[in-house]
């Protein structure tokens, strides 16, 4: 009997090892139910692309026009496969302006630039120096006026046309044209205004009698705002003493030298506002130095009635915030001259 009870000891600890609770899964599978319960919901599609699926009926614009979205359709592709139809949009800016090639429309937080043909109306043949009649009588018909400036004294986006040449044209004035494109009136670099004065004055073709001399306050001395020097104590007067590379030094060099060569009225015109806040900055010198000196300022800066104009006006005036149209110079800038200069 006794060798038994090894036996029997082996077997009781073998059922007692059996009797145990199951061994847990690793991975407990979900029933149905706990499955939707617990399921990432599907992310909102988000936009894939815009399509244009029908253009305006109307794509060819004159400056200043307001820009037709009639026959307009847009629809959104979703990153879902499905398409949203003729979705909403809004034009950002509805006003065609004469350097306009696209119009911007706004959609879906996103932007679609839609192409379109301008025609810059305010640089018609109707706006032309050519179709301005001569007026019979006036006090300035058959004088000198020097004109010193660049790109809006040339009149770089209207075919070469600025008020120089409409004044001229109108009043039958002789009028000295001294303008280049892109230059400063200080002599940051080479063509300056203070350069092309001196040159011209040293000239055989230099002019003994002047009426009027105008000049431009340059934008483009802007870029060079760290540079624009000072103004002067009052009985500082000779040219000699400026520092012409300085671009109130250069405004007071040039004054200095028409008054010492021929004693003339001088005026000084700006441009309406660009804004950049470094012009409004040469505006407050150049009365400075004018009241200093006694010329005048033909202020188209900050003439609030002058630049009181619709955006469709603006449209057809300016070319850019800076250069005006043929029509600009002619029909908005043009008054503002012939009234400082006595016409």
Same mark, same amino acid.
């Given at each position: 009997? %006794?060798?038994?009870?090894? /036996?029997?000891? $082996?077997?009781?600890?073998?059922?007692? #090892?059996? &009797?145990?609770?199951?061994? !847990?899964?690793?991975?407990?599978?979900?029933?149905?139910?706990?499955?939707?319960?617990?399921?990432?919901?599907?992310?909102?599609?988000?936009?894939?692309?815009?399509?244009?699926?029908?253009?305006?009926?109307?794509?060819?614009?004159?400056?200043?026009?307001?820009?037709?979205?009639?026959?307009?359709?847009?629809?959104?592709?979703?990153?879902?496969?499905?398409?949203?139809?003729?979705?909403?949009?809004?034009?950002?800016?509805?006003?065609?302006?004469?350097?306009?090639?696209?119009?911007?429309?706004?959609?879906?937080?996103?932007?679609?630039?839609?192409?379109?043909?301008?025609?810059? %109306?305010?640089?018609?043949? /109707?706006?032309? $120096?050519?179709?301005?009649?001569?007026? #019979?009588? &006036?006090?300035?018909?058959? !004088?000198?006026?020097?004109?010193?400036?660049?790109?809006?004294?040339?009149?770089?986006?209207?075919?070469?046309?600025?008020?120089?040449?409409?004044?001229?044209?109108?009043?039958?004035?002789?009028?000295?044209?001294?303008?280049?494109?892109?230059?400063?009136?200080?002599?940051?670099?080479?063509?300056?205004?203070?350069?092309?004065?001196?040159?011209?004055?040293?000239?055989?073709?230099?002019?003994?009698?002047?009426?009027?001399?105008?000049?431009?306050?340059?934008?483009?001395?802007?870029?060079?705002?760290?540079?624009?020097?000072?103004?002067?104590?009052?009985?500082?007067?000779?040219?000699?003493?400026?520092?012409?590379?300085?671009?109130?030094?250069?405004?007071?060099?040039?004054?200095?030298?028409?008054?010492?060569?021929?004693?003339?009225?001088?005026?000084?015109?700006?441009?309406?506002?660009?804004?950049?806040?470094?012009?409004?900055?040469?505006?407050?010198?150049?009365?400075?130095?004018?009241?200093?000196?006694?010329?005048?300022?033909?202020?188209?800066?900050?003439?609030?009635?002058?630049?009181?104009?619709?955006?469709?006006?603006?449209?057809?005036?300016?070319?850019?915030?800076?250069?005006?149209?043929?029509?600009?110079?002619?029909?908005?800038?043009?008054?503002?001259?012939?009234?400082?200069?006595?016409?």
């Amino acid at each position: 009997m %006794k060798r038994w009870l090894p /036996l029997l000891l $082996v077997c009781l600890l073998l059922l007692a #090892g059996c &009797s145990g609770s199951p061994a !847990k899964e690793s991975a407990q599978t979900e029933t149905p139910q706990q499955a939707s319960e617990t399921a990432v919901p599907d992310a909102e599609p988000t936009l894939e692309k815009l399509e244009i699926v029908s253009k305006p009926v109307k794509m060819n614009y004159d400056s200043g026009d307001t820009f037709d979205p009639t026959g307009l359709r847009i629809d959104a592709h979703m990153s879902d496969g499905s398409v949203l139809e003729d979705v909403a949009w809004e034009i950002e800016y509805p006003i065609i302006g004469p350097k306009t090639s696209a119009v911007n429309i706004s959609c879906m937080g996103t932007r679609l630039m839609l192409s379109v043909t301008v025609t810059v %109306k305010g640089n018609t043949d /109707l706006y032309s $120096v050519a179709q301005t009649p001569e007026v #019979g009588s &006036s006090p300035l018909k058959g !004088k000198t006026i020097f004109w010193l400036g660049s790109s809006v004294t040339e009149g770089a986006s209207a075919g070469g046309e600025s008020m120089v040449d409409f004044i001229g044209k109108k009043y039958a004035i002789h009028t000295i044209k001294e303008a280049v494109s892109g230059t400063t009136l200080a002599t940051y670099k080479d063509n300056s205004y203070v350069e092309r004065l001196d040159a011209y004055l040293v000239s055989p073709d230099r002019a003994e009698v002047v009426d009027a001399f105008v000049c431009q306050l340059s934008t483009n001395d802007t870029s060079h705002s760290a540079e624009f020097g000072q103004v002067f104590s009052d009985f500082i007067t000779d040219p000699a003493a400026f520092d012409t590379a300085s671009t109130f030094g250069a405004i007071e060099y040039i004054i200095a030298k028409v008054r010492e060569t021929w004693d003339c009225p001088i005026y000084f015109y700006t441009n309406p506002p660009t804004g950049n806040p470094a012009y409004g900055t040469m505006v407050k010198g150049l009365y400075q130095i004018a009241e200093k000196w006694n010329v005048t300022v033909i202020d188209l800066y900050s003439d609030e009635a002058f630049n009181d104009i619709t955006e469709a006006e603006r449209a057809l005036y300016m070319s850019d915030p800076i250069h005006p149209t043929k029509a600009g110079y002619r029909e908005w800038w043009l008054p503002k001259f012939e009234e400082a200069l006595g016409a």
